[in-house]
């Protein structure tokens, strides 16, 4: 359970391959997208109605739309053949106050419900679940409710906890104690301790705001919007949530968390009416329409460009520690709900700020006046009304008038110059790169990429329709070779709601913070009677022995060994050679998308070089190759692949713990009609990188270092777990070196010298379709001919590497 703001989404990893028994209805005569397209509007369906039925080619899904007769639930099915099947349900959660109530109830609605009562019923479920994804999120206009499966007795079941936990939630007063705030003695067994304010929401946003680009971003949303929604924090200021009480909470849910400021969303091969039928008996048939009155109204526009300026904790990480100040313009931009003018918002976004060719990229980043561009960065859509922002993070505070000017200046050369037409088309080329490509999280990032626009009453499946926008934003530059001039002018040049938001640290910051936070305690204890502070040591007691009780999940779902296939699907594989060196070769219905992996050794490299070889890895395909320079390279991997990744790998070895393989990874993929080009790329890497800008690697040193930095607050627990287990095995100890706190001390002097030691493959692996299977063995074979001579033999520097590969697969 998190708070989000849904601002970045990743891919999630580590999904289990279990595939669940076919149950009678889950038919394989026909394709689920087939089946999806034989709906017609109108036709009723378990108490709901059908409202369209649209084909997605883009995404290889039909689209059915559909609406709750009684209570005017919204319904969006996207039937594709993917087994892992995916629910969600969210709700439009509008807070006018920073008491964190939509965060407070995520995490009470999972402490138990009508029909499981047991305390954390989502926790429970997850030894008796064949689950692929659970969790919950608030964002600042809604909360979401997802979990996916590819067992389809698994998704019954947990399609029932679900609608129960969120539309029957016991929300007991202990349990609002515990997820929101209360006061307690600080040692619970002693009334004698003082009073202190104790809640898993109340200190998780303390942790929050302890993190200044999360602060940062918040101060920025709330002064940009602020009239309404946006100016509050919706997962809860720390020193506003003990205003908020238990009445207070039920309230909340009873208008919010109702059918009708519902939208379900729902993706796989299960067939629909099941999902309907059982949604409609399980929860929507006990309630009646209401009017939930949660929209959010247009941000009033305002007449002048406004400032301000707010203070956080210095950063003891920072790189340069004179140089911690942050400054942002941000743009109020159009409705989210239009499609196409966010589609090209988004795109006009990336030719100004993304890669070293970018306009921003160029007048901000390589003059190296601050580390990074600033934690809040372009478009922005996860609000009613989008937003886009552009800024510098760790520079000094006399450059605050050089940098705005910059950005001025650079906007009113994008209005004079334009685009090239090159980089229109890498932008392009990666978004049919995106509309291909295959990943396990699908019906995740589908349900995380509709949410914003759906949850203000736009039509996601317009949105989906990706090829749609393309065709128009095409037919548009066509009609005016100055359209994206036009949009730079109208929302950038000529908008003036703008803020401009500095901040700079404040030595006495986190004494204030605490010195308030001393204050409101101690309004709070003033206004206790004895009785109260009994009371409050007697409910702390019991709080503690409900924590402590053994929990009876027996009233949960669970699943059956008969309902679990007893064999996991196999992925047929190819193994065979190319100029000498072990290939795995795998066909696959990949969408015209080649896949492409390959391992380096690292058994050679000299210790006190290892350090280096996560920076090695972040540079390496960033600094120019062959004929090309960085930004020449940055250009042809744009505009002929879907990107070329290098990363460090650990693989202990399952059988001795004191061996493992340590080596490089290499990983791209491309359209089949590039695949020469990018093999040609990797070549130019392997065999001529450029390795002596010094200002280059200066500029991808600094940003390095600062996502370093950044990143410290987000995964503290994954550090501190690094550093516990480095003493533990070899292979522990290295994966300290490569990704733990070992990695924030040093700063590289020589690792480029040595790219000799970290080219020689020795593993690699081709995901494609099998008319492309032959054209690509013979592209690897000459790419490999062509990077042969670097791979040297020699014996590994420690004994515990194994000296053959491990019997690890490539293939993910």
């Known amino acids: 359970v998190c708070f989000s703001a849904f601002k970045s989404k990743g891919h999630i990893e580590g999904f289990r391959n279990f595939k669940g028994q076919q149950h009678p209805w889950r038919l394989k005569s026909t394709s689920a997208r087939e089946r999806a397209l034989q709906y017609q509007p109108g036709q009723k369906i378990h108490g709901f ?369 334009g685009f090239e037409e090159e980089r229109i088309e890498a932008l392009l080329h990666k978004i049919e790169i995106q509309m291909k490509h295959q990943s396990t999280s699908f019906g995740l990032s589908l349900a995380s990429y509709i949410a914003s626009l759906w949850n203000h009453d736009g039509d996601p499946v317009e949105l989906l329709q990706i090829s749609d926008s393309v065709a128009r934003f095409r037919q548009a530059l066509k009609e005016n070779p100055h359209f994206l001039q036009d949009k730079v002018k109208q929302y950038f040049k000529e908008n003036t709601h703008r803020l401009t938001l500095s901040m700079s640290p404040d030595e006495a910051y986190l004494e204030k913070q605490a010195k308030t936070e001393e204050e409101k305690l101690q309004e709070k204890i003033q206004a206790l009677t004895d009785s109260d502070r009994k009371d409050i040591y007697e409910k702390g007691l019991e709080l503690l022995a409900a924590q402590s009780k053994t929990q009876d999940a027996s009233s949960l779902p669970a699943l059956k060994v008969s309902d679990i ?19 795995q070769y795998c066909e696959q219905p990949t969408n015209g998308l080649v896949y492409f992996r390959a391992m380096c050794s690292l058994n050679t490299l000299p210790e006190d070089l290892r350090l280096y070889v996560p920076l090695f890895c972040s540079v390496i395909t960033k600094m120019g190759c062959g004929p090309l320079d960085y930004r020449q390279q940055a250009q042809q991997m744009d505009l002929r692949t879907g990107g070329m990744s290098v990363s460090t790998q650990v693989i202990p070895d399952s059988t001795q713990l004191d061996a493992y393989e340590q080596a490089v990874l290499l990983f791209s993929s491309c359209l089949e009609r590039n695949l020469p080009h990018m093999f040609q790329l990797w070549s130019d890497i392997f065999n001529s990188p450029r390795l002596d800008d010094e200002e280059r690697l200066k500029v991808l040193v600094m940003m390095s270092a600062q996502e370093l930095a950044n990143g410290i607050s987000y995964s503290g627990h994954m550090y501190a777990m690094t550093r516990a287990g480095r003493h533990l095995t070899p292979a522990g100890d290295l994966q300290e070196a490569f990704g733990g706190m070992e990695q924030m001390d040093h700063v590289p002097g020589k690792l480029l010298a040595h790219h000799t030691e970290m080219r020689a493959l020795y593993r690699c692996a081709i995901n494609t379709t099998p008319q492309k299977m032959s054209d690509a063995a013979t592209q690897l074979e000459s790419f490999m001919k062509e990077v042969a001579g670097n791979r040297k033999e020699r014996k590994p520097i420690r004994s515990n590497i194994i000296e053959k590969p491990c019997n690890t697969p490539v293939l993910v």
Request: proline letters at 7%; glycine letters at 4%; charged letters at 20%.
């Open 565 to 583: 296939e007893p064999t996991i699907p196999i992925t047929p594989v190819h193994i065979s050679t190319a100029g000498g060196v072990p290939v």
């Open 49 to 417: 109605t059908v409202k369209e039925v649209a084909a997605v080619p883009d995404l290889f899904l039909t689209a059915v739309k559909l609406t709750h007769d009684k209570t005017g639930a919204q319904y969006l099915h996207a039937a594709r053949d993917d087994s892992n099947n995916l629910f969600s349900v969210q709700f439009r959660t509008t807070p006018m106050d920073s008491t964190g109530v939509p965060h407070i109830l995520e995490h009470t609605v999972l402490c138990g419900s009508q029909k499981y009562p047991c305390r954390d019923p989502f926790f429970k479920m997850l030894n008796r679940s064949l689950s692929t994804f659970m969790n919950a999120f608030t964002a600042s206009d809604y909360t979401m409710y997802p979990f996916s499966t590819q067992n389809s007795t698994d998704f019954q079941n947990l399609l029932s906890v679900y609608l129960d936990a969120v539309f029957f939630p016991c929300l007991r007063e202990q349990d609002f104690w515990q997820e929101g705030w209360r006061l307690e003695n600080e040692n619970p067994t002693d009334p004698n301790t003082p009073l202190v304010f104790k809640g898993v929401v109340f200190n998780e946003m303390k942790g929050v705001f302890s993190d200044n680009e999360r602060l940062y971003a918040q101060h920025l949303q709330n002064k940009l919007y602020p009239d309404h929604t946006y100016s509050v924090v919706s997962g809860g200021e720390p020193l506003s949530i003990p205003d908020l009480t238990w009445e207070q909470l039920k309230q909340f849910h009873a208008t919010h968390y109702h059918p009708s400021n519902a939208r379900f969303f729902t993706y796989g091969d299960l067939p629909l009416e099941q999902h309907l039928k059982q949604i409609e008996e399980d929860a929507l048939s006990k309630f009646e329409r209401i009017n939930p009155n949660t929209e959010v109204p247009s941000q009033p526009y305002w007449t002048s460009p406004r400032e301000d300026h707010v203070t956080c904790s210095p950063d003891v990480l920072a790189p340069d520690p004179a140089r911690q100040n942050t400054l942002c313009v941000s743009y109020l931009l159009g409705d989210v709900t239009d499609t196409f003018e966010g589609f090209t918002l988004s795109l006009l976004s990336s030719l100004m700020i993304s890669g070293p060719n970018s306009p921003f990229y160029k007048a901000l980043i390589e003059p190296k006046i601050g580390t990074d561009f600033s934690s809040v960065v372009g478009y922005d859509g996860s609000t009613k009304e989008a937003s886009f922002s552009i800024g510098l993070q760790g520079m000094a505070e006399e450059d605050t008038e050089r940098v705005k000017q910059i950005i001025s200046t650079t906007i009113d050369d994008i209005i004079e110059k």
